[in-house]
T-cell receptor
């Protein structure tokens, strides 16, 4: 079982719609969770971090964490063409090891 | 501004060569990482280090080694480069519970 799994995508949404990205993780003791965005040819950049159960909102982005279900998600509201990128879920295990999912590629259609 | 700097953006090496990829961070972070990224596979962890001279194998350490002699520098070594090590290599650093910051990446081609 992979440590971090994401819905495979690619995901295509019309401009203005909500994009929903999902991620599950295997280590129940994981404490810190991150969503990164990566444009083609660029390095990943942080969008959101979340550490406790529930929702965390930052502008058009909302991260949701459910530790009992070992599930973390990212919602992008009012999707814009500039949101077209690969989104990577990352989970911190044992305070040191940071593991990533394979990523979900999102395309926002104008 | 936080900074993680990788020594080369593009590198072409021959099969069997010993290859060094260098990474330097200026944020006094304890933890440093080396990942490789291949299409469809996301970021796969090769090695990480949580302190000077300390290292841990990641998920795909075979064919690689690392060195961390100083806190700010983490080197990835390909002992004998092979064509299946052609990839994008990303270095990252972090501290505490914070996010990781990435270097600009090194695209390595082994011919």
């Amino acid at each position: 079982q992979k440590e971090v799994e994401q819905n495979s995508g690619p995901l295509s949404v019309p401009e203005g719609a909500i994009a929903s990205l999902n991620c599950t993780y295997s280590d129940r003791g994981s404490q810190s969770f991150f969503w990164y965005r990566q444009y083609s040819g660029k390095s990943p950049e942080l969008i959101m971090s979340i550490y406790s159960n529930g929702d965390k909102e930052d502008g058009r982005f909302t991260a949701q964490l459910n530790k009992a279900s070992q599930y973390v998600s990212l919602l992008i509201r009012d999707s814009q063409p500039s949101d077209s990128a690969t989104y990577l879920c990352a989970v911190l295990h044992n305070d040191y090891k940071l593991s990533f999912g394979a990523g979900t590629t999102v395309t926002v259609r104008a | 501004d936080v900074k993680v700097t990788q020594s080369s953006r593009y590198l072409v090496k021959r099969t069997g060569e010993k290859v060094f990829l260098e990474c330097v961070q200026d944020m006094d972070h304890e933890n440093m990482f080396w990942y490789r990224q291949d299409p469809g596979l996301g970021l796969r962890l090769i090695y990480f280090s949580y302190d000077v001279k300390m290292k841990e194998k990641g998920d795909i350490p075979e064919g690689y080694s690392v060195s961390r002699e100083k806190k700010e520098r983490f080197s990835l070594i390909l002992e004998s480069a092979s064509t299946n090590q052609t990839s994008m290599y990303l270095c990252a650093s972090r501290s505490g519970q914070s996010e990781a910051f990435f270097g600009q990446g090194t695209r390595l081609t082994v011919v």
